[in-house]
């Protein structure tokens, strides 16, 4: 699996539009980026996830780059509940039965009221 | 609610005991994973079990093994307890069929303390 780049830690105001890089230069062909968060020591929570095209769903968007290296995370209005560590993880998606997630370090995202 | 559940919450036990973490997927979930979080490793895969088989391994002690039953929930057994084996032990699914591409459901995580 492709390895990932993310800032360790990010501000952003409560109402805002909070945008989290993270660079995926190695990434393959058929390697999907996934998003999850992290709040406090709960269990991951999956966010969204995309192969090239910018997807978009209830929590979030996700752009990736036309060259696929790297992709940026968009909460649209960020409130606090969304302070969370926030990981980028590249693997490939569709296979069944070997699909283990490789966590970095991620991007802890504080909003600020 | 992610829909996995896991049971227990909480768990303290003393070193060299043996306990089990039970982990219930989301209906239809054929895959379970366990990983594990402590404070200094981060989240780190130990386990996948995929309708009933193995199959994949992470960074899992010897001291470790699980197993995923007929009817899909799975158990993690911890064995010769040790300090550095507190942590907060998460399982998760995912895999109702299809093509994919699979994304993973996490339970609300066991936190293991060993004295």
């Known amino acids: 699996d492709a390895k990932t780049t993310q800032p360790t830690s990010m501000d952003c105001a409560e109402g805002r539009a909070a945008n989290l890089p993270c660079n995926h230069s190695t990434i393959s062909g058929n390697e999907y980026v996934y998003w999850y968060r992290q709040i406090h020591s709960q269990g991951p929570q999956y966010i969204i996830h995309?192969?090239?095209n910018n997807e978009t769903n209830e929590m979030a968007s996700l752009i990736i780059t036309e060259d696929r290296k790297s992709s940026t995370l968009i909460l649209p209005h960020a409130t606090l509940r969304d302070t969370a560590v926030y990981y980028c993880?590249?693997?490939?998606?569709?296979?069944?039965?070997?699909?283990?997630?490789?966590f970095g370090q991620g991007t802890r995202l504080t909003i600020n009221p | 609610d992610s829909g996995v559940t896991q049971t227990p919450k909480h768990l303290i036990t003393a070193t060299g005991q043996r306990v089990t973490l039970r982990c219930s997927p989301r209906s239809g979930d054929l895959s379970v994973y366990w990983y594990q979080q402590s404070l200094d490793q981060g989240l780190q895969f130990l386990i996948q079990y995929y309708n009933g088989e193995e199959r994949a391994k992470g960074n899992i002690l010897e001291r470790f093994s699980a197993q995923q039953f007929p009817d899909l929930h799975s158990e993690l057994n911890l064995s010769s307890l040790e300090l550095g084996d507190s942590a907060l032990y998460f399982c998760?699914?995912?895999?109702?069929?299809?093509?994919?591409?699979?994304?993973?459901?996490f339970g609300p995580g066991t936190r293991l303390t060993v004295t």
């Open positions: 998760a699914s995912s895999g109702r069929g299809g093509t994919g591409p699979y994304e993973q459901y």
């Open positions: 993880i590249v693997r490939a998606g569709r296979i069944q039965g070997a699909q283990k997630l490789v």
């Open positions: 995309g192969l090239k």
